[in-house]
């Protein structure tokens, strides 16, 4: 079985300042990886994923996240923020395989301040 | 290419009463997988499935939630005497044909449902 965790619930912070949003997994087998951000009252829009190849993977909105297998982390970042990145943002895992269902964290609220 | 559909976009209903939330997949989807996000919460997988199949219906309550997605039409995710606890957005994701990899979940607006 996967997990998902999410340990910042909320993270404020100024407008064009950096920003990162933290998320570990725990899984027994390969999993894809996937981060998704969801505005008040919206669904969810994909901002990125990692399948494979480059560790390293640029998504919209100058989001990009880093996968590290040792560290089993998908650490998502911005190096400058704007007031419209404020959201609930979401990382999520799926096996590789079989049903491909999507385990989510808990979610991390982004508060830009002006 | 229009995005996933979901209707209504909020629903109320008395406890007791059947809810009924629809979810028509983008065009050429044939994987549809259902999703509970309870208040404060992140999204819990509730079923997965596939024209005419529930494939992995793992997440779903045992009792008074069932869920079809039949050869015509938009699948269906019915909860039967509903309680306040079920109160709680409802989101619909597909995703294409599945050849051997992993493809990227598309999510519609979701249902948001109120038990009075």
């Known amino acids: 079985a996967q997990s998902v965790t999410q340990l910042d619930s909320q993270v404020p912070v100024f407008e064009e300042a950096p920003v990162e949003l933290r998320c570990n997994y725990s899984s027994s087998v390969s999993v894809y990886l996937f981060w998704y951000v969801q505005y008040p009252n919206q669904g969810l829009q994909l901002l990125l994923k990692y399948l494979s190849g480059s560790t390293l993977v640029k998504g919209i909105n100058g989001f990009e996240a880093e996968f590290n297998k040792s560290q089993t982390s998908f650490h998502l970042r911005k190096p400058s923020v704007h007031i419209s990145d404020t959201a609930e943002y979401f990382c999520a895992v799926s096996e590789t395989s079989g049903t491909y269902k999507y385990i989510f964290g808990t979610g991390t609220r982004l508060k830009v301040l002006a | 290419n229009a995005g996933v559909m979901q209707n209504p976009r909020h629903l109320v209903r008395r406890r007791g009463q059947e809810a009924r939330l629809r979810c028509s997949p983008m065009k050429g989807h044939s994987h549809v997988y259902w999703y509970r996000q309870l208040p404060e919460e992140g999204l819990k997988f509730m079923v997965y499935?596939?024209?005419?199949?529930?494939?992995?219906e793992s997440g779903m309550p045992k009792e008074r939630f069932s869920a079809e997605f039949p050869k015509e039409g938009p699948s269906i995710l019915r909860i039967q005497q509903v309680v306040r606890g079920d109160s709680a957005a409802y989101f619909c994701?597909?995703?294409?044909?599945?050849?051997?990899?992993?493809?990227?979940?598309?999510f519609g607006p979701g249902t948001r449902l109120t038990v009075l």
């Open positions: 499935l596939q024209k005419e199949n529930i494939i992995d």
């Open positions: 994701a597909s995703s294409p044909i599945i050849v051997g990899v992993s493809d990227t979940q598309y």
